[in-house]
């Protein structure tokens, strides 16, 4: 059973920056696929980066490209979302996932779910 926390969220300005971390335990984490997926109020749960166990494929929403990156240090069991220029449209809570199977953009394929940090962005 893999443990996912969260932290790293808050309160910014539009055009800041955040970065996210979740850290994993017990489980192996360098086998898993990581994610990041975000749930404003009223929407839907929704995918924003994912990088594979290996750390060669790495994909993003079209809506962060360009913005936001995800990057993992498995030695630390660790996976990050850096969030550059921050708009009010990001305001969600962002939740980090793990999947035993592919890299994928779908919820459904993830095992493992961290209970959420918020990230609030001010006009």
């Known amino acids: 059973q893999v443990q996912l926390v969260e932290s790293g969220g808050g309160l910014v300005q539009a055009g800041g920056s955040l970065r996210l971390s979740c850290a994993a335990s017990g489980g192996t984490f360098s086998t898993y696929a990581m994610a990041w997926f975000r749930q404003a109020p009223g929407k839907e749960r929704e995918f924003v980066a994912a990088k594979s166990w290996s750390g060669f494929r790495t994909i993003y929403a079209d809506s962060v490209k360009g913005r936001f990156t995800i990057s993992r240090d498995n030695a630390k069991n660790t996976v990050y979302l850096q969030m550059n220029s921050l708009k009010p449209d990001d305001t969600a809570v962002y939740y980090c996932?793990?999947?035993?199977?592919?890299?994928?953009?779908?919820?459904?394929?993830?095992?493992?779910w961290g209970q959420g940090t918020q990230v609030t962005v001010s006009s």
């Open positions: 996932a793990a999947s035993k199977g592919g890299t994928t953009y779908y919820t459904t394929q993830y095992d493992y």
